[in-house]
RNA sequence: GGCCCGGUCGUCUAGUGGUUUAGGACAUCGCCCUUUCACGGCGAAGAUCGCGGGUUCGAGUCCCGUCCGGGCUACCA
């Protein structure tokens, strides 16, 4: 059979990493296998489920470039794919009414106060919480109609057998095994009458011929749970697959105090989805050789289980924007250009920069924002020139988001110029002859298409006619005259670029400046 | 507390008993390239393979113990 996989998210809040590790996993597995890969929502906690959560999931996946070959918003052979739908559709009732039958599932009618103290007690009493038995799983027939004709409200628990081993073989971590004495009985049915992931979702990978279960680590304590309801409903089980958890810096579980980890704010802070995928896939798994920047083509070629690592693993910052800026320097520019532009032009983006509040003092999100709003600006303006801009700058960013201030004083009218750049460089006794002789250039010795040449040329005349030895204090005050910073592209390529209209404006005010 | 999982440079990892003085990558530092910053190239530093026993001619690799870390312990997933 072919391999069947399902991604089945809780929609109960932003899509973090953990999450698209879990899906990515799947993708790259299924492709590989050339399986299917299902998207099934699991919201059987009415109280949590939110239809925005699931709205951001499906479209961030989207952007990720993750597909699904069934799920709620494509359909497929096995719809529903909401669990709550499902339910409606009395897809679980026969199955729960076979598991009763077969007395692997009983009803129990404590309420929650009574669970709650049988907790403390067995806290009291150094013993391992949970429910073992209670009084109603070796009730009698005549205690439960009892309960039932009171209208007591009950749920349905599973029987775990008692006084065997329970084993599964994980595929990354071999045999695992329980006393079956140690595992509680899990509630499959709710008293609202809704099933527990425990059930809907065995129940479901059972129906929808799901062949391996993989998820994270977190899971592994229930997958005895889960390995009995298959057991007990006579069923093949399906390969059990515990992926390590990706933890942040201090080592614990992924969660919303560990900062940012919602996978939206990494596109928008520029990160594309290549390199994300690319860097998530190596967090727990290895293609087993040095391969570090890997294409999706050879992420799917390469990734199998036997690369799967059972230790959990951090996220490292500092390789994720090595990996991004790896993906953006081997773009085509004109491709390039367009993924700026679509960035720019997704509303998240600006958004971030706008609500984001920044603990680092060099980081100014007003201003990487304003940045980023002048270059969408700029693209559409004079697309050819914003072209040659990305060009010059595509070497030497990161992000995306780091071409907004990189190629900010492109566009500027005027750049602002940075006061200590303009102290160190402005002060020598030739700089005004420098500047004078540069705009009398413009229009005669550099005209619109001059090339980097001519600019290098103009200057180093410039060095031996006033003889000075080294071309650095010519080169730096022109480049401070005309960017305002002391570091950036290289002199001519930028003079070429910029052309001699805006080299003539910048240099006038330059001048102004040395008086 | 109970059950389960994990433990190789700061970080991600290679390694499935012997070509290992433990390899690669990010980050760090140095040199080269160079008009600057990057990029790129070269190089350095950085891991007594958590610790202790054992098995073996030989162990990061197998076994036992121990310590530390983590996950789960809901009518959440």
């Given at each position: 059979m072919s391999v069947r996989v399902r991604f089945a998210p809780s929609p109960t809040g932003m899509l973090h990493v953990g999450a698209l590790r879990d899906a990515l996993f799947k993708s790259l597995f299924a492709r590989h296998h050339h399986g299917?890969?299902?998207?099934?929502?699991?919201?059987?906690?009415?109280?949590?489920?939110?239809?925005?959560?699931?709205?951001?999931?499906?479209?961030?996946?989207?952007?990720?470039?993750?597909?699904?070959?069934?799920?709620?918003?494509?359909?497929?052979?096995?719809?529903?794919?909401?669990?709550?739908?499902?339910?409606?559709?009395?897809?679980?009732?026969?199955?729960?009414?076979?598991?009763?039958?077969?007395?692997?599932?009983?009803?129990?009618?404590?309420?929650?106060?009574?669970?709650?103290?049988?907790?403390?007690?067995?806290?009291?009493?150094?013993?391992?919480?949970?429910?073992?038995?209670?009084?109603?799983?070796?009730?009698?027939?005549?205690?439960?109609?009892?309960?039932e004709a009171e209208g007591k409200p009950y749920v349905i628990r599973q029987r775990i057998p008692r006084d065997i081993t329970i084993s599964i073989h994980d595929a990354v971590r071999g045999r695992v095994e329980w006393d079956s004495n140690t595992i509680d009985d899990p509630v499959l049915i709710k008293a609202d009458g809704m099933p527990t992931y425990h059930f809907a979702s065995m129940v479901d990978d059972h129906l929808m011929d799901i062949t391996h279960i993989i998820r994270g680590e977190e899971w592994l304590s229930s997958a005895p749970k889960h390995a009995a309801l298959f057991d007990a409903f006579g069923w093949n089980r399906p390969v059990f697959v515990h992926c390590p958890l990706i933890?942040?810096?201090?080592?614990?579980?992924?969660?919303?105090?560990?900062?940012?980890?919602?996978?939206?704010?990494?596109?928008?802070?520029?990160?594309?989805?290549?390199?994300?995928?690319?860097?998530?896939?190596?967090?727990?798994?290895?293609?087993?050789?040095?391969?570090e920047a890997m294409s999706e083509q050879e992420l799917v070629d390469a990734f199998d289980i036997s690369g799967v690592q059972p230790s959990p693993g951090k996220f490292d910052f500092e390789k994720l924007k090595w990996l991004n800026g790896l993906a953006i320097r081997a773009m085509e520019p004109f491709a390039l250009l367009d993924e700026i532009t679509d960035y720019l032009r997704t509303p998240y983006t600006l958004d971030y920069f706008n609500q984001l509040v920044s603990d680092d003092p060099k980081v100014d999100p007003k201003k990487i924002e304003k940045a980023l709003l002048d270059l969408d600006r700029a693209i559409e303006k004079d697309k050819p020139y914003a072209l040659e801009v990305i060009k010059l700058e595509q070497q030497r960013v990161q992000t995306l988001a780091d071409f907004g201030e990189a190629c900010a004083f492109f566009f500027a009218e005027l750049p602002e110029?940075?006061?200590?750049?303009?102290?160190?460089?402005?002060?020598?006794?030739?700089?005004?002859?420098?500047?004078?002789?540069?705009?009398?250039?413009?229009?005669?010795?550099?005209?619109?298409?001059?090339?980097?040449?001519?600019?290098?040329?103009?200057?180093?005349?410039?060095?031996?006619?006033?003889?000075?030895?080294?071309?650095?204090?010519?080169?730096?005050?022109?480049?401070?005259?005309?960017?305002?910073?002391?570091?950036?592209?290289?002199?001519?390529?930028?003079?070429?670029?910029?052309?001699?209209?805006?080299?003539?404006a910048r240099l006038l005010r330059a001048k102004e400046m040395l008086k």
């Open positions: 299917v890969l299902i998207l099934r929502i699991e919201d059987t906690d009415r109280t949590r489920y939110s239809p925005e959560s699931e709205a951001e999931f499906i479209s961030t996946l989207k952007w990720v470039g993750i597909e699904f070959d069934e799920g709620p918003h494509i359909g497929g052979p096995n719809a529903p794919y909401r669990q709550s739908e499902r339910k409606e559709a009395g897809v679980y009732q026969p199955w729960i009414e076979k598991l009763m039958s077969l007395g692997h599932a009983y009803k129990a009618f404590d309420t929650p106060q009574e669970l709650e103290e049988m907790r403390e007690i067995q806290t009291i009493n150094k013993q391992s919480t949970g429910y073992y038995g209670g009084v109603w799983r070796d009730a009698t027939a005549e205690q439960v109609a009892a309960a933890v942040g810096l201090d080592g614990k579980k992924l969660s919303k105090r560990h900062g940012a980890t919602r996978v939206l704010d990494y596109a928008a802070q520029g990160f594309m989805a290549g390199p994300l995928k690319n860097f998530i896939a190596l967090i727990g798994w290895s293609p087993g050789d040095d391969r110029m940075d006061p200590k750049a303009v102290e160190k460089w402005f002060g020598q006794a030739h700089v005004g002859q420098l500047f004078d002789t540069l705009i009398a250039g413009c229009g005669t010795t550099f005209i619109d298409g001059s090339d980097p040449v001519d600019y290098e040329n103009a200057l180093k005349e410039f060095q031996v006619t006033h003889q000075i030895e080294k071309l650095g204090p010519i080169v730096h005050p022109t480049r401070v005259a005309l960017t305002g910073k002391p570091t950036g592209p290289g002199l001519f390529e930028l003079m070429a670029v910029l052309g001699p209209a805006r080299i003539k």
